[in-house]
């Protein structure tokens, strides 16, 4: 006969078996859900969506984007364009597929949305091949408004960014301030270059040291918003829209940047909402970008 002791370790074995398989095939469905959902754009009506490959000349290989324009477009209308600009660990089709931005396109808008990789959009410092930055501002910008009806004026040129993107876009816009006329950061990762080392992410810190090079190095100064924020000229910067979720870490460091822009008058506005780093947030935050975007596009000063 069997001891008790070993009955009880026998079911009990039993219930961490099933409780391991239950879990295994919720984590599938998960993975599932999230492959379907990521293969699925949300797209409205009267707009159309293309992917595009093309040559990047400053990173000498092949680069995609996606695009999403009115369906309907008049002979010889040249649109204003918004580039968008992913988070780290996302790709190009992020913006279309996990948030409501296509239904702007209704609005009279091209939004472009570029393959950024890991790249915070600069050119890396230990990887010559890596220029980042300047396939944005150089080689998409080309290409969008050589091969699509894509008004070549500063007026009419916006670029937004989440988290990774965020940054991407803050900085471009204080780097490049001729290129657009608004710029939006929906919680944007504006400290990186200058984070200081972290045991608990040396990963990332070498990873951030592989693009913005040695910690306070000339490199990491000239790609840091907060230095080029106290240097620019703040009437030449486009209008920038910023938010960030109070349930954020990058929410102290975001509200230190508008406190920034506010203290040497930039053109600017900022919201801590609620929520965290996701894309529920930054969907929900999209109407209110936009809105703004709208008042500013077309405006030659």
């Known amino acids: 006969m069997m001891a008790p002791s070993m009955r009880a370790n026998g079911f009990l074995c039993s219930i961490v078996g099933t409780l391991c398989l239950i879990s295994l095939l919720l984590l599938v469905a998960c993975e599932n859900e999230t492959q379907v959902h990521s293969d699925r754009p949300r797209l409205v009506t009267n707009v159309v969506m293309k992917d595009v490959t093309f040559r990047s000349a400053s990173l000498n290989r092949n680069m995609q984007y996606r695009l999403v ?3 309907s477009i008049s002979v010889g209308t040249k649109l204003p364009v918004v580039y968008l600009l992913h988070g780290g660990g996302g790709g190009f089709r992020d913006w279309s597929n996990y948030s409501d931005v296509a239904r ?3 609005h009279g808008l ?5 393959e950024g990789d890991e790249s915070y959009y600069t050119n890396s410092v230990s990887r010559p091949q890596d220029r980042y930055e300047d396939y944005i501002v150089n080689d998409l910008v080309a290409d969008v408004e050589g ?3 894509a008004s070549s004026d500063r007026a009419n040129r916006a670029i937004i960014g989440v988290s990774m993107g965020g940054f ?4 471009l816009a204080l780097s490049h301030p001729q290129l657009f006329v608004f710029a939006g950061g929906l919680s944007s990762a504006v400290d990186v270059p200058s984070r200081p080392f972290s045991i608990k992410r040396v990963s990332q810190w070498s990873h951030h040291k592989s693009i913005f090079g040695p910690w306070k190095s000339e490199a990491r100064r000239n790609n840091d918003p907060f230095v080029l924020a106290r240097s620019v000229d703040p009437s030449k910067i486009p209008y920038l829209f910023l938010t960030c979720g109070q349930q954020e870490g990058l929410l102290p460091s975001n509200q230190q940047l508008a406190a920034l822009l506010q203290a040497r008058h ?6 801590a909402v609620a929520g965290g780093h996701n894309w529920n947030q930054w969907n929900g935050q999209l109407a209110a970008c936009f809105e703004s975007l709208l008042k500013h596009i077309g405006r030659k000063s």
Request: no cysteine; aromatic share 16%.
């Open 69 to 71: 324009l009115p369906a």
């Open 266 to 271: 930039f053109n600017s506005e900022f919201h």
């Open 147 to 149: 091969r699509f009806p």
């Open 168 to 171: 991407g876009a803050v900085k």
């Open 110 to 114: 091209i939004l472009v949305m570029p």
């Open 104 to 106: 702007f396109a209704e």
